[in-house]
T-cell receptor
Framework: AQSVTQLGSHVSVSEGALVLLRCNYS??????LFWYVQYPNQGLQLLLK??????LVKGINGFEAEFKKSETSFHLTKPSAHMSDAAEYFC??????????????FGTGTQLKVEL | GAGVSQSPSNKVTEKGKDVELRCDPI?????LYWYRQSLGQGLEFLIY????????KSGLPSDRFSAERTGGSVSTLTIQRTQQEDSAVYLC???????????FGPGTRLTVT
């Protein structure tokens, strides 16, 4: 069985500050890991993914995440927050397939607020 | 190109009624997934289809829920005898193949009164 834990259901940062959203996973097999973003009343948009290879993954909108097997973590970061980054972020895991396997197991989400 | 589309965008129904939710995947995508997003349960996998293979129904919460995919394209999720706990946003996703990146539709918000 796989699971994902997102620490902090709400995170607030100032515009221009570092964004750090935490994700820890549990998997008995090598995981494939994803971060999705959801804007109000919209579907999920893929930010980035880790399957194999380089552990530092760069995604869209300036976000990146680092896969750390020893810490079972896949934290999402962005050096400088913009107002437009305010949204809900979901970490997800699956275990098979070249690009994501079949069913995704999601964390409970982190609502990011960006303040002036 | 066109993304995943879902209809209706909103559905209000009375407890005990049946509802059908529709998903049009991206053209050429062979895999199709249904998820449910609710306040109490977060994002949950429901079912997926891959080509002509038998669907993985392991996430369906009860036998009131069923889904079909006709002609390897459009999918319909049916909920019979709706209950208030069925109120949620139902999300559909498709991928080029099983294991490929999943692209999500905007969802159908279901409210059971």
């Amino acid at each position: 069985a796989q699971s994902v834990t997102q620490l902090g259901s709400h995170v607030s940062v100032s515009e221009g500050a570092l964004v750090l959203l935490r994700c820890n996973y549990s998997s008995s097999v090598p995981p494939y890991l994803f971060w999705y973003v959801q804007y109000p009343n919209q579907g999920l948009q893929l930010l980035l993914k880790y399957t194999t290879g380089a552990t530092l993954v760069k995604g869209i909108n300036g976000f990146e995440a680092e896969f750390k097997k020893s810490e079972t973590s896949f934290h999402l970061t962005k050096p400088s927050a913009h107002m437009s980054d305010a949204a809900e972020y979901f970490c997800a895991v699956t275990s098979s397939g070249a690009g994501g396997g079949n069913k995704l197991t999601f964390g409970t989400g982190t609502q990011l607020k960006v303040e002036l | 190109g066109a993304g995943v589309s879902q209809s209706p965008s909103n559905k209000v129904t009375e407890k005990g009624k049946d509802v059908e939710l529709r998903c049009d995947p991206i053209s050429g995508h062979t895999a199709l997934y249904w998820y449910r997003q609710s306040l109490g349960q977060g994002l949950e996998f429901l079912i997926y289809f891959q080509g002509n293979s038998a669907p993985d129904k392991s996430g369906l919460p009860s036998d009131r829920f069923s889904a079909e995919r006709t002609g390897g394209s459009v999918s319909t999720l049916t909920i019979q005898r709706t209950q208030q706990e069925d109120s949620a946003v139902y999300l559909c996703a498709s991928s080029l193949s099983l294991g490929g990146e999943q692209y999500f539709g905007p969802g159908t918000r279901l409210t059971v009164t």
